[in-house]
């Protein structure tokens, strides 16, 4: 484990897309480098692993409708694990979880998708243009961790490389469903648009990150942010 402090200037940060600052305990990379690969994808390619994620749990059991965290392992594969917020209620979330030391973390500030259940006349273009226009309305976001605002998120963004579909679990219990509308268990279609953060294993203890984003649209705001203590757990 790296025990040195890292601290780039705003300079060096956009220079080498990373931003350094000491954590309890050792290094916080934050890699602003959308287009590069993170432990094997882009931003763009784990935003769609994300969607399936999010999208693909009961609701009863989906850690995005649980408010203290106790569902944040559940759909968890490998050594990257995903956040987020909610799905708009409550807009304001505080979450306590643990994930195993050399777990990074993907999760959006501030996203949006579109999909052939939820508009079946739309095109894939239409849908596009529909969330490409939402993101670009975003009028703030915001990311802090163990303590340190981060700089230069509108540089975050990433869309889904191409349209993808989503597995939904069966008996009703989905996030279509809850919201009125019954999309059986696939949805062929789905794109997304928004801004993402990867943040590399961080070291054994706790650690605070908290995030989210506003969207202005015809004079009305929309604001999502959730509060993350983490736990990193040290392996035996």
């Known amino acids: 484990m790296l025990r040195a402090i890292f601290i780039c200037t705003l300079l060096l940060l956009l220079a080498t897309g990373c931003f350094g600052g000491s954590a309890p305990g050792g290094v916080l990379v934050i890699p602003l480098t959308p287009n590069a690969k993170h432990q094997g994808k882009t931003y763009a390619e784990w935003s769609v692993e994300w969607w399936k994620w999010a999208l693909g749990q009961p609701v009863s059991s989906n850690p995005l409708f649980d408010t203290s965290g106790v569902n944040a392992a559940n759909g968890q594969h490998g050594t990257v694990w995903f956040l987020g917020a909610t799905f708009g209620d409550p807009p304001t979330v505080t979450r306590s979880i643990s994930v195993p030391e050399g777990t990074a973390l993907f999760f959006p500030l501030m996203n949006f ?70 999309a059986g268990t696939r949805v062929n279609t789905v794109v997304s648009d928004g801004y993402w953060v990867f943040i590399d294993p961080l070291p054994p203890g706790l650690h605070q990150i908290s995030f989210g984003g506003s969207e202005t649209e015809g004079g009305a705001t929309t604001t999502v942010h959730a509060t993350y203590s983490v736990i990193v757990a040290a392996a035996k």
């Open 113 to 182: 998708e579109e999909d052939s259940a939820f508009a079946p006349k739309m095109s894939i273009a239409e849908m596009k243009d529909e969330i490409a226009t939402k993101a670009g309305q975003v009028s703030a976001l915001q990311l802090n961790v163990d303590g340190q605002d981060l700089p230069d998120l509108l540089l975050l963004r990433a869309k889904s490389p191409a349209a993808f579909s989503v597995d939904l679990p069966a008996g009703g219990d989905d996030v279509y469903m809850h919201f009125g509308v019954d």
